[in-house]
């Protein structure tokens, strides 16, 4: 029954955005080797406005990124693949993370702070965020079905483009697309 929630929440937002096509093939262009599964969506997605938790355990939202771009991630510490896929975010985050673009990690499920710090240590990454969403609502208004997801919203909040499975992130094709929408 949730899975139909995120199935309605994606129509209507295509609905109530009909008309805003963006034009994508530019960027589109630069995608090769594993980013060939980033697709971009026609219409932008306003993001949910779901609350999420912080590494304190305060609820926050998204809204404190607005004007940025944002490489949001959502993995968790029992996801094989979020192992090899995490330390190139990582690194994504240290070539380009500031004022026009932040990765944004979230880790859905039953993650504990202790569980991510161990996992982090492991895999040496220390500049992520330690988010998380331990009843998975979060991923689920986002119409996550499986880990790891890679979503990247626009400065307006807006998803524009969703990878399903790991990536390289600080592959060139993925550095590539993610200057050309920085300077878009």
Known sequence: MRHWFAVLYLALAGVANAGLAEDWSQVEALRTGDMQKLAFLADPIPAPETAFLD???????????????????FWATWCAP??????????????MGGEALQVVTIATGRNDLA????FF???????LPRFTD?????????????????VI????????????????WDSESALAILAALTQR
């Open 55 to 73: 590494e304190s355990g305060a609820e926050m939202t998204l809204a404190g990124y607005r004007g940025q771009w944002v490489v949001l991630n």
């Open 115 to 118: 569980g991510i710090d161990r």
């Open 153 to 168: 919203l626009d400065p307006d909040g807006r998803e524009v483009a969703r990878l399903m499975g790991d990536a390289h």
């Open 82 to 95: 979020c192992r090899i896929e995490m330390p190139t975010l990582s690194a994504l985050q240290t070539a």
């Open 121 to 127: 240590a492991e895999i040496g990454v220390a500049n």
């Open 134 to 150: 331990p009843r998975s609502t979060f991923a689920r208004d986002f119409g996550v079905m499986g880990l790891p997801v890679t």
